[in-house]
């Protein structure tokens, strides 16, 4: 071991361990350098070479809020991609974003808020009722497809760099918390043990130990009783615990303070402070902890509890490279140009393409011709540029609407005519005449239809609405909104052939359309290119790919109380009913058949790792992406499980009449379950596993049988 003895200060040593730097920086400060420290808003300590820090910067689907950046699809529209691959180079031009634009803040003396290295994404919480606002943040429903998205974004945007962190990612919200946005701030989520592991956990844990992710975000909500950021069993006992996390963990912006306030587990700010910072919360978002002043006085909290906490959020920091000279640093020379470059532009675009989920092609009615007269494009999301960006955006340096997109890719002989129709919520329908002659007089009808952030959003949002309101947070019902479906009946009814383009960010019961309307195209909110994307997809330039990262229930009714957080009845895996579109599902404009199913094991003790391969082969006349899905069932479990579960999946991308064959892993977390004690085990017993472009129950799938043998074994 190097001996940095002689060396002083310690901190200043670029040489010496992270670790090692902050303590003994830490050894230096008063208590007021301290107490400033634990907030997000940390002032400078001149003295010690303490730079002031803004710990606040969010990146969920490019950076925002700090002036121009490049905006990709929103978070939900990045799982319908399915692509690990292109989520890690999205979040690593991110990063880049970041990089260049903390650099540039640097230099103009600017330590404000967004302008910081600290990112607090992504959002992980499984997305279990599509009524919640804040669903659109997340990778949908499943655990599985929320870690290995998640895990990409986090590799993509902490660099692979031995000694610093490009930019440090921060999972959210820990742990369960997916509404209802209106009472997150005193709710409590009563959940079992069995759904709490097998669900709600899942993703943290992977992102703690495979992406060694830097931060952890607490959530507003209490869990069984317990607030998620003052809670000695969420933070010590699970997450340092049993995950082994060795990073800093910050509340939600103003949580703590609802410990007192809103929850009622104590009477003061001070206690609030002492307990959250006593059960592992190191940040403070808010001003609560301005009050560990009072709560050393009086013997609520000790500066050893606060020198532990200030070791996290200082390692972070040298980590970083914020006490390093910049040459020192790889990733400190990062240009202003790379922010919204030409190449990002290019990329936003190619993951609003792949995000593109095909609902319904009745006829093969797209591609559409380009050789069309004239077309009717109608709809309050048609030429919207505000709704393309979902929430917790930048600025574009350009975007481009549905309509803008689909003009720029037709020849200009095609008349293009454009009606609002509606508007997105309001119950005016003066517009509807004008739309239906416009349809009547045209070769087809693009509609475009869906939801806005007034709609879906947090509690209290007014980003992404338009000024002077703000949006309602939570869904009560999963239809269209409005005169939205007036609109949509009417222009059917002309008996020009219509297509439906969906903008929004959550499920959405278009049961009607389903029956009545030949094509209808998933987009999302896709970004500052969606419009080109969607267009391109329209048209043929692009085949459609993506598929579903949630299901698309018929009806509230097919739901539980939103208030309930158990899982049986929601989501694909405890889903009995029948959805209108399943978790997985996607159409392509070509076919895709399966053959040769090879498994390392028809038989296999626990815990060795399942491989499966078949060949995959593109029967169509275009090229085109399928996603392969393997799914497994428990067919002797002892204990409740799920129907089945998504264990492995992989896009690949065939040629017309190309085949590959597709390699496959499966862990062996996957054949475990949860028993009454909160432990992972793997029973023996029979296994079925599925392979195919969906779900069991809704694709043609291959499968085959996989007998675990021997005795129950624990994991962990």
Not at 610 to 625: A, F, K, P, Q, W
């Amino acid at each position: 071991m190097t001996d940095y003895s002689d060396l002083e200060p310690l901190y200043l040593n670029p040489e010496a361990r992270p670790k090692d730097r902050a303590r003994d920086l830490i050894s230096r400060m008063t208590l007021a350098e301290k107490v400033s420290s634990m907030m997000e808003d940390s002032a400078a300590v001149e003295r010690l070479g303490i730079p002031a820090y803004n710990w606040l910067n969010e990146a969920l689907h490019g950076l925002a809020r700090a002036g121009k950046a490049t905006v990709f699809p929103q978070a939900i529209g990045i799982a319908a991609t399915w692509n690990e691959k292109l989520v890690h180079q999205m979040a690593g031009v991110i990063s880049d974003e970041a990089r260049a634009k903390h650099h540039e803040a640097l230099r103009r003396g600017d330590h404000s808020r967004y302008t910081g290295l600290t990112l607090w994404s992504p959002n992980i919480n499984i997305f279990r009722d599509p009524r919640w606002g804040r669903g659109q943040e997340t990778y949908g429903e499943d655990p599985h497809l929320t870690s290995r998205l998640g895990v990409a974004f986090v590799h993509g945007l902490q660099g692979d760099h031995p000694d610093y962190l490009k930019t440090a990612a921060c999972a959210k919200h820990y742990v369960v918390h997916s509404g209802p946005e209106a009472k997150r701030h005193e709710f409590n989520a009563e959940v079992s043990l069995r759904d709490f592991k097998m669900t709600y956990l899942p993703a943290f844990e992977v992102l703690v130990k495979e992406a060694k992710v830097a931060g952890v975000m607490g959530a507003y909500n209490r869990v069984n009783g317990e607030a998620c950021c003052a809670s000695p069993y969420l933070l010590q006992y699970v997450l340092r615990r049993e995950m082994g996390f060795r990073g800093y963990v910050v509340s939600d912006c103003g949580a703590i303070k609802d410990i007192y306030a809103h929850h009622h587990l104590v009477d003061r700010p001070e206690e609030a402070a002492a307990r959250s910072v006593k059960a592992g919360c190191d940040l403070n978002c808010g001003s609560t902890y301005e009050n560990l002043f009072g709560a050393l006085g009086n013997g609520l909290i000790s500066e050893r509890d606060m020198d532990r906490a200030l070791l996290n959020l200082f390692e972070v920091r040298f980590r970083l490279g914020m006490f390093d000279a910049p040459e020192r640093v790889p990733y400190a020379q990062t240009p202003m140009e790379v922010v919204d470059s030409l190449a990002h532009q290019a990329l936003a675009l190619e993951v609003a393409r792949q995000s593109l989920v095909l609902l319904k092609n009745e006829d093969h009615l797209l591609p559409l011709p380009k050789d069309l007269k004239r077309i009717a494009v109608i709809g309050p999301n048609a030429d919207d540029e505000l709704v393309l960006r979902g929430n917790y955006y930048g600025t574009p340096s350009q975007s481009v609407t549905v309509l803008e997109g689909i003009r720029s890719v037709l020849p200009a002989s095609v008349e293009v005519q454009y009606a609002q129709g509606c508007d997105i919520v309001s119950t005016g329908k003066k517009g509807i005449r004008e739309a239906v002659r416009l349809a009547k007089n045209g070769d087809v009808a693009i509609v475009v239809l869906g939801l806005s952030q007034l709609l879906e959003g947090e509690e209290g949002q007014l980003e992404g609405a338009p000024e002077g309101t703000h949006s309602n947070g939570d869904r009560t019902d999963l239809a269209l909104p409005g005169e939205q479906q007036e609109l949509l009946e009417a222009v059917v009814a002309t008996g020009t052939p219509v297509v439906l383009v969906l903008v929004n960010g959550s499920a959405l019961a278009v049961n009607w359309a389903q029956e009545h309307v030949p094509a209808i195209l998933e987009a999302w909110y896709p970004g500052q290119s969606g419009g080109r994307a969607v267009a391109e997809a329209l048209f043929g330039d692009f085949n459609p790919g993506g598929r579903l990262p949630v299901t698309f229930y018929r009806s509230v009714e097919q739901l539980p109380p939103f208030e309930d957080y158990a899982m049986q009845g929601r989501t694909y895996r405890y889903f009995e009913d029948e959805p209108l579109y399943p978790f997985g599902f996607g159409l392509s404009y070509t076919a895709f058949e399966y053959h040769d199913l090879a498994l390392n094991f028809d038989r296999m003790e626990a815990p060795d790792t399942l491989e499966i391969s078949c060949i995959v082969r593109n029967t169509g006349e275009v090229i085109g992406d399928e996603v392969v899905q393997v799914y497994l069932r428990d067919e002797a479990a002892s204990l409740p499980v799920p129907r089945h579960s998504l264990a492995a999946f992989k896009r690949v991308r065939l040629g017309p009449g190309s085949e590959q064959r597709v390699t496959l892993t499966v862990p062996p977390r996957a054949f475990a379950l949860v028993d009454e004690e909160g432990n992972w085990v793997i029973e023996p017993g029979a296994f079925t596993v599925f392979v195919g472009g969906g779900q069991p129950d809704h694709a043609e799938t291959l499968k085959a049988s996989v007998q675990v043998v021997g005795k129950t074994i624990h994991l962990d």
